[in-house]
T-cell receptor
Framework: KQEVTQIPAALSVPEGENLVLNCSFTDSAIYNLQWFRQDPGKGLTSLLLIQSSQREQTSGRLNASLDKSSGRSTLYIAASQPGDSATYLCAPNTGNQFYFGTGTSLTVIP | EAQVTQNPRYLITVTGKKLTVTCSQNMNHEYMSWYRQDPGLGLRQIYYSMNVEVTDKGDVPEGYKVSRKEKRNFPLILESPSPNQTSLYFC????????????FGPGTRLTVL
């Protein structure tokens, strides 16, 4: 069974700082990996989807990388803003099933 | 607007009283799935469906049933709810299995007394 770990569990940074969120998974036989953000009391919003054949995917200030063989993905957020405050979740997909980490809770301080 | 809707959003019920949480998507997606989210455990997949009349168990299917009679709907049924099913439930859909972005509903907060 796929085990997903996200480090750190919580992170607090001043506005404008660049930051990296980490995700590791135990089964490298994945189709893709998706990063989500979740705001308190709300559903999940997809941020980036990286296919297993890709190494990186970018959207605006977000960049996600994937090292499938070592079971790792990182989410890089440039020039953080208070509106980035949320919980960030990674989810590797083994085909039919998605497995989620417990997330990194990010607070960006103005 | 493309979306996944869930109803109800909040539900308080008592042990043993059957309930259904509805999920509907308007994107003609083939793949649909149910998750529960609990503090410290993250999201865990309950059931998923790859198409009409095709469903399969996720990691935590015990105590739940699903059906997929139409492409757009994927209801979650708790025939005899128990307090350990108190949780936040999410429905999600994607165009196909495997390689596509998942879209999530807003969640249903269920409390079983």
């Amino acid at each position: 069974k796929q085990e997903v770990t996200q480090i750190p569990a919580a992170l607090s940074v001043p506005e404008g700082e660049n930051l990296v969120l980490n995700c590791s998974f135990t089964d490298s036989a994945i189709y893709n990996l998706q990063w989500f953000r979740q705001d308190p009391g709300k559903g999940l919003t997809s941020l980036l989807l990286i296919q297993s054949s890709q190494r990186e995917q970018t959207s605006g200030r977000l960049n996600a990388s994937l090292d499938k063989s070592s079971g790792r993905s990182t989410l890089y957020i440039a020039a953080s803003q208070p509106g980035d405050s949320a919980t960030y979740l990674c989810a590797p997909n083994t085909g039919n099933q998605f497995y989620f980490g417990t997330g990194t809770s990010l607070t960006v301080i103005p | 607007e493309a979306q996944v809707t869930q109803n109800p959003r909040y539900l308080i019920t008592v042990t043993g009283k059957k309930l259904t949480v509805t999920c509907s998507q308007n994107m003609n997606h083939e793949y649909m799935s149910w998750y529960r989210q609990d503090p410290g455990l993250g999201l865990r997949q309950i059931y998923y469906s790859m198409n009409v009349e095709v469903t399969d168990k996720g990691d935590v299917p015990e105590g739940y049933k699903v059906s997929r009679k139409e492409k757009r709907n994927f209801p979650l049924i708790l025939e005899s709810p128990s307090p350990n099913q108190t949780s936040l439930y999410f429905c999600a859909s994607s165009l196909g299995q495997g390689g596509d972005t998942q879209y999530f509903g807003p969640g249903t907060r269920l409390t079983v007394l």
